[in-house]
T-cell receptor, first 114, second 112 residues
Framework: DSGVTQTPKHLITATGQRVTLRCSPRSGDLSVYWYQQSLDQGLQFLIQYYNGEERAKGNILERFSAQQFPDLHSELNLSSLELGDSALYFC?????????????FGPGTRLTVL | EDKVVQSPLSLVVHEGDTVTLNCSYEVTNFRSLLWYKQEKKAPTFLFMLTSSGIEKKSGRLSSILDKKELSSILNITATQTGDSAIYLCAVEFDQAGTALIFGKGTTLSVSS
C-alpha cells in the first residue's frame, strides 16, 4: 500500500458523459501527478500539481481538467467522454515538485466508456 | 518529437537467467531517467538516474545511464518468478516546467 488513495476503483459510463476521479496523496506529499494508461499508448503523463498550483502539463486533452485543493487532494475531470478515453487512470504523489524523488502511485481508477 | 523507446517489448527467460532491458531516449533538456516495475497494479519505483548519479544498484537489480548514448540499461541477475512484470522507463525533461514521458515497457516473464 503506497498511501495514495484513488476513488472510485471502477467507473463505467457512456459516451458524452462527464466523470470526476479523485486522488488523495500520501500524508505530507505536496505534489500530485495524473497518468493515463491504455493498452496502445502505454503510460502517459497528463498533468502535475504542486501545493495547489499547476506545475507541468503533458498529453492532456482539452476535454480533461484537473485541480488540487487546499487539503492537497486532487480531482481529474473528464468530459465529453469518447470510447478512446477508456483506460486506467493513475494518480501519484511525491513530496517535492519534481520526480527527482520517488513518486508513489495509487491503485488507479479503471474507466470504461461504452 | 520527444520519445522514449524500450526494448525488447517482451522477454521470456528461465529462473536463474540474467536479463538486460534497454531504454533509449530523445528529449531536450534531460533531467533524469526513472525505472519502474509494474505488476498487476500500480507502478512501483525502482531507480532514478541523473547526471550526478549514473549507476544504481539494489540487490539483484542494477541500472546504468549512458548520457553520451542517450540510453539506460536495467540488469536483473539470478531472475526469480517474482521478477515477472512490466518494466517501465521514464524520462523527465524541462518543457516549460518539468514533463515526464514513459516508454511502452518491457514485459518480462520468468518461468520456473
Amino acid at each position: 500500500d503506497s498511501g495514495v488513495t484513488q476513488t472510485p476503483k471502477h467507473l463505467i459510463t457512456a459516451t458524452g458523459q462527464r466523470v470526476t476521479l479523485r486522488c488523495s496523496p500520501r500524508s505530507g506529499d505536496l505534489s500530485v501527478y495524473w497518468y493515463q494508461q491504455s493498452l496502445d499508448q502505454g503510460l502517459q503523463f497528463l498533468i502535475q500539481y504542486y501545493n495547489g498550483e499547476e506545475r507541468a502539463k503533458g498529453n492532456i486533452l482539452e476535454r480533461f481538467s484537473a485541480q488540487q485543493f487546499p487539503d492537497l487532494h486532487s480531482e481529474l475531470n473528464l468530459s465529453s467522454l469518447e470510447l478512446g478515453d477508456s483506460a486506467l487512470y493513475f494518480c501519484a504523489s511525491s513530496f517535492r515538485d519534481s520526480p527527482y524523488n520517488e513518486q508513489f502511485f495509487g491503485p488507479g481508477t479503471r474507466l470504461t466508456v461504452l | 518529437e520527444d520519445k522514449v523507446v524500450q526494448s525488447p517489448l517482451s522477454l521470456v527467460v528461465h529462473e536463474g537467467d540474467t536479463v538486460t532491458l534497454n531504454c533509449s531516449y530523445e528529449v531536450t533538456n534531460f533531467r533524469s531517467l526513472l525505472w519502474y516495475k509494474q505488476e498487476k497494479k500500480a507502478p512501483t519505483f525502482l531507480f532514478m538516474l541523473t547526471s550526478s548519479g549514473i549507476e544504481k544498484k539494489s540487490g539483484r537489480l542494477s541500472s546504468i545511464l549512458d548520457k553520451k548514448e542517450l540510453s539506460s540499461i536495467l540488469n536483473i541477475t539470478a531472475t526469480q518468478t517474482g521478477d515477472s512484470a512490466i518494466y517501465l522507463c521514464a524520462v523527465e525533461f524541462d518543457q516549460a516546467g518539468t514533463a515526464l514521458i514513459f516508454g511502452k515497457g518491457t514485459t518480462l516473464s520468468v518461468s520456473s
